[in-house]
């Protein structure tokens, strides 16, 4: 049977970008939609008096959201469900069900305490299933598919979503590797031993090795390397994919802390979307403390 999509709906513009996307993947793909609310009711008493008001106000909305789907894709089939608790943890529940999450750009505010309280992180942080974040505005582009790697296993399942969703597509496929070299003031203090250099070889090999495969699995796929030797890797990700029709992520690298559910390249890309961006969770990997 095939797994729907799921969509966190707030009634935010973010939320209705995210459903339009959602929908737009369902018709593709052929599969169904689950429109999902989270009522977060947990400082509530059930005797509360608004508590009924809360509850059918999130029905209305849902219902609503419904019906303006029907009319975007009438062939596909939707269905909503109103859930209680926080957002993270009702879509980190509905997703072991689920082919990937779908949420919305969280709308920022300065008295909403900003990235920390950011919705969007915390749903990609929970779910066990890759998931998807939507900008509220898209760029001026809308064709190929670009994917971050550096080597870890990680990079290399967001590589292999990648290939798949870009040949799916018909869209070329860019793998980009970026790492940021030492300040020059450090690097003017290391021995002249051609580190620098050994670096960049090292990490041609990495990126050559990502794609490596990819020609034989997908033989009409257009792939292109891209090496960035002085750019962190969110910038790189980000200018990369500003165009693109979709970003891949793999939710930590090789530079992360073990016990981080997401890394500080994702968290930095998810805050500065420059397109679609799928954080990737094909299968769980162990990492050595």
């Not at 292109?224 to 980000?238: G, Y």
Request: with cysteine.
């Amino acid at each position: 049977m095939n797994k729907p999509i799921v969509v966190g709906f707030n009634g935010s513009a973010g939320s209705e970008a995210a459903l339009t996307w959602a929908l737009q993947r369902a018709g593709t793909h052929k599969l169904p939609v689950i429109i999902i609310h989270a009522v977060d009711d947990r400082w509530m008493s059930p005797d509360f008096q608004y508590h009924e008001l809360i509850r059918q106000s999130g029905m209305e909305m849902l219902q609503k959201a419904q019906a303006n789907a029907a009319e975007q894709a009438p062939d596909v089939k939707v269905d909503i469900q109103l859930r209680h608790g926080s957002g993270g943890s009702v879509l980190r529940e509905v997703s072991k069900e689920a082919s990937i999450v779908v949420v919305g750009e969280h709308d920022r505010h300065w008295m909403d305490g900003g990235p920390l309280t950011d919705r969007a992180l915390q749903i990609v942080s929970a779910s066990e299933i890759p998931a998807a974040v939507i900008p509220l505005k898209r760029g001026s582009g809308d064709r190929g598919v670009v994917v971050g790697v550096d080597g870890s296993e990680e990079s290399l399942q967001a590589v292999a979503f990648a290939a798949a969703e870009a040949d799916r597509g018909g869209d070329d496929l860019t793998v980009l590797l970026a790492f940021r070299r030492p300040a020059r003031w450090i690097e003017s203090q290391l021995p002249k031993s051609g580190l620098a250099e050994t670096i960049l070889e090292e990490d041609r090999i990495v990126l050559a090795e990502s794609v490596a495969g990819l020609g034989d699995k997908y033989p009409d796929l257009v792939v292109h390397q891209k090496l960035e030797s002085d750019t962190d890797p969110a910038k790189a990700l980000v200018e990369a994919a500003k165009d693109a029709r979709l970003l891949v992520i793999g939710s930590r690298g090789r530079g992360g802390f073990s016990r981080m559910v997401l890394g500080s390249t994702a968290h930095a890309v998810l805050l500065n979307l420059p397109c679609p961006t799928i954080v990737t969770r094909v299968h769980k990997v162990k990492h050595e403390d």
